[in-house]
Each structure stands twice: as C-alpha cells, then as structure tokens.
C-alpha cells in the first residue's frame, strides 16, 4: 500500500505542476453545476464537495502539460471528464444500489434513484454541451468512443453477473471498457491538445489504458483489505453488490473444489449476510487473491512507465510516472 512519503511527493509535484489548473477546474465545475432548479443546484454542489482524486482531470492535464499545451482548454476539457466521470459515478451507484460515496450518502440514498438518474443525464448533457462549444473532432471522437464502450463493458458485467460466471478474461475487458478506456481517452486528449507526433499519441493512449487497468485491480483488491474509513465503503461492498473481482476470481481458481462451489452459490443470493461476506474474504486472504490481483496491477504499472519512454525526460514524464506507482501502492 501507499506510503505517506510517496503520496505526499505526489500531491506537491502535481500541485506544482497543475495545481493552478486544478483550482480552476475546480471553479469551472461549480459554474457548470450552477442552475435555477432548486434540486441539480442543491445536489449539484453535494456532489461537487465530495471531491475525490481528480485523477482524471489531472492526467488530462499532465498530458496536456507533456505535449506542451496551456492555455484555458485543457482546463476546460478537464471540467468536461469530470463532470462525465461523476455523471457514471451516480449512475453506477444506483445500479448497485450503494449507500455510500466517498464515505458520504450517495446521492442515490440521499435523493431517491429517479433524482439521482436525471441529474447524472443532466451532467452528461452538459459535458457535451462543453465539447461541441470546444469544437474539435478528434477529441469528441476520442470521447464518443470511450462512452460506447463504458455503456457497452457496463451491460456485458451485468450480463456475466446475472450468468454467475465471469473468467479472469471477462474481468480484463470489463475494466479495461469501463475503467480504463476513458482513463486512456483523457490522456489521449492531452496529446491531442498538442499535436504530438501519432507515435507519442499512440503512446499516451496506451499509458492511459495500463494505468487504467493497474488502477481498478487495485481499486477492486482494496476492497478486501482496505481501511473502510479511508476507502469511504464498507469492506465487501464489491461483493455485497455481487461483483466478480479479480481477487475473488483467482480465489476461486485455487480453492477447493468443496469451498469453490459454496462460494459461487452464495453469489447467486441477492443480498450475503455480513458471516457469508466474511467468509468469503477469509478465503480470498488465504489463498492469494489479493496478492495475485495486485502482482498484475503492478505488470499493468511497469507497462504504463514504459509507454513514457516515447517522450524525452521530464518533469511532467516524472510525475506520470508517479501517478503509475501511486494507483497501484495506495490504501483508498
């Protein structure tokens, strides 16, 4: 898991680098929610405070940064993924019926299920209200393809979930769709704001796609092991929600035949007991899950560090870096 040192060198270097950038990101966002119905304003700044990493609007921004672009639209395009981002946020916790978000009350808990639905469209529509007055096709191309294929990952996990089976290759293409893929397009517009040369393109988009990946395995392990104050979730919410993990996958890879088959029987029952999650976790721990998910995301990792070295050393190329090493060495 994280360090503090490691964390913290972060924060300062991004907030060197971006940190102006973010704040007016910051700004941005609030405008964009600003409205005159009384509900998208109330919830609107709810979300808002949440805050969150921003991961997505900072790797926009470092790229942005690496490819040599400033100015105010790639603060603006970074207004525009998180708004998208938070948008698929509200509507993944209705569809998992989540009580928590960031250790908060989910909108959905808080507001009901049909509120919560029509102001995650309502921030889609004004994401793309922001990308058509941008105007530059490879970007909204970039962006378009990135949301066909979060919608398209989102039912075929569902799909696999009502099945009852989900193999370690349905888990890759479900992260690497949902997660990974709109990671990878915000690094992509980055380089895009540029104009780098297709390879450098090519290679921020890969970057993107491995920090993507290395990101939600980790996400998915700390749901195992993490401190749930820190995490804002319960432990075993993924399971809970009747999520096939990587964790869970490799377990049931290993365990006995016997302790297998009760697990996947369990996972077929709507609603685990807090004895049944329990024991889940137990097995996972004791035969390697967490450790197995992890030693990928770090493959995952190195991969990302890689994609870098089509760029010369940098300050930027550095933190990118960082970020590598951070998504997958953190406890939340």
Request: proline letters at 4%.
């Amino acid at each position: 898991m994280a360090t503090p040192a490691l964390e913290g060198l972060l924060k300062e270097r991004v907030a060197v680098l971006v940190g102006a950038d973010l704040d007016a990101v910051e700004t941005e966002i609030r405008r964009e929610l600003d409205s005159n119905v009384t509900l998208i304003q109330e919830m609107g700044g709810y979300i808002a405070g949440a805050g969150g990493k921003r991961l997505r609007p900072i790797l926009l921004l470092l790229a942005a940064r690496l490819a040599e672009a400033r100015g105010e639209r790639p603060v603006r395009l970074a207004c525009v993924v998180e708004l998208l981002h938070t948008a698929t946020l509200i509507h993944d916790d209705v569809v998992d019926q989540a009580p928590l978000r960031r250790g908060r009350p989910s909108a959905n808990a808080r507001w009901g299920d049909d509120a919560s639905v029509l102001v995650g469209d309502h921030l889609y529509s004004k994401s793309f209200d922001l990308l058509v007055r941008d105007n530059d096709r490879a970007i909204m191309e970039t962006l378009a393809r990135a949301t066909v294929s979060m919608t398209e990952a989102e039912v075929f996990q569902l799909e696999r979930k009502r099945s009852g089976i989900t193999s370690e290759a349905d888990y890759v293409r479900i992260i690497t769709q949902k997660t990974a893929s709109f990671i990878s397009a915000c690094c992509r517009i980055g380089g895009l704001l540029g104009g780098v040369p297709a390879a450098q393109l090519d290679a921020l988009t890969r970057y993107g796609l491995d920090i993507g990946v290395a990101f939600q395995i980790s996400d998915d392990s700390l749901d195992f092991v993490a401190d749930p104050d820190r995490l804002g979730k319960a432990i075993g919410a993924d399971l809970r929600e009747g999520k096939r993990t990587l964790p869970l996958i490799a377990m049931l890879d290993r365990a006995k035949p016997a302790d297998a088959e009760r697990v996947r029987e369990s996972l077929k029952t709507h609603a685990l007991g807090p004895g049944e999650i329990e024991e889940i976790r137990r097995l996972v721990l004791e035969h390697d899950g967490v450790e197995y998910a992890l030693a990928r995301a770090h493959a995952y990792a190195q991969a990302a560090k890689r994609d870098l070295e089509a760029f010369p050393p940098s300050e930027e190329r550095g933190v990118l870096s960082l970020v590598a090493d951070f998504v997958v060495d953190r406890d939340r």
